[in-house]
């Protein structure tokens, strides 16, 4: 199963509504996660089950979508979420989307 | 604290060998699936393996398949990757990451570099 996410590379202020879309080769269910990198950092997880938060993220980070289609949506940019975004496929042969880059406009 | 620490990366040479070792401390590390993600410089993050909280499951993404080996040592709470056969292409920071199967990785390591390259 393939993940594609886009864009690959996003340019947003600090304020803004932004939304990533990961799209699945096949239907893979809710069986997807979020995940935030930032440089020289460990990913660290936003969204599971592809909506739910993870404890300690903010509220400002939402997911929806199921079956081939998802998005993760941040309500209002804050400088600190300017960062590469990623979906991944949750399975025993677990599957990453290419990435997302975040950049301040 | 609750945390993974991965240690072994260096720089090899083409067709030589490295081990990969992550300790795990405060959490029962048997109980949970872990992994090894790698991610070469500049690019995305590609899962290599897993293993079973047991030690009896073992999944390899094709890429590694025949040259890498996940295990474990649960009761040294540590989890390891042996790597032979390296090639160019297997540069990358790995790191060890809690849980998987149809789980989010919850927890990860600070990564470690590895670096084939003559």
């Known amino acids: 199963i393939q993940l594609t996410q886009s864009p690959s590379f996003l340019s947003a202020s600090v304020g803004d509504r932004v939304t990533i879309t990961c799209r699945a080769s096949?239907?893979?269910?809710?069986?997807l996660a979020w995940y935030q990198q930032k440089p020289g950092k460990a990913p660290n997880l936003l969204i599971y089950?592809?909506?739910t938060l993870q404890s300690g993220v903010p509220s400002r980070f939402s997911g929806s979508g199921s079956g081939t289609e998802f998005t993760l949506t941040i309500s209002s940019l804050q400088p600190e979420d300017f960062a590469t975004y990623y979906c991944q496929h949750l399975n025993f042969y677990a599957t990453f989307g290419q990435g997302t880059r975040l950049e301040i406009k | 604290e609750v945390q993974l620490v991965e240690s072994g990366g260096g720089l090899v040479r083409p067709g030589e060998s490295l081990s990969l070792s992550c300790a795990a401390s405060?959490?029962?590390?048997?109980?949970?699936?872990m992994n090894w993600v790698r991610q070469a410089p500049g690019k995305g993050l590609e899962w290599v393996s897993s293993?079973?909280?047991?030690?009896?499951?073992?999944y390899e993404a094709d890429s590694v398949k025949g040259r890498f080996t996940i295990s474990r040592d649960n009761a040294k709470n540590s989890l390891f990757l042996h790597m032979n056969s390296l090639r160019a292409e297997d540069t990358a920071v790995y790191y060890c990451?809690?849980?998987?199967?149809?789980?989010?990785?919850?927890?990860w390591g600070q990564g470690t570099l590895v670096t084939v390259s003559s």
């Open positions: 293993i079973s909280g047991s030690g009896t499951y073992i």
């Open positions: 990451a809690r849980v998987g199967g149809y789980q989010p990785f919850d927890l």
């Open positions: 089950a592809a909506s």
């Open positions: 405060g959490f029962a590390f048997s109980d949970y699936h």
């Open positions: 096949q239907g893979i269910s809710s069986y």
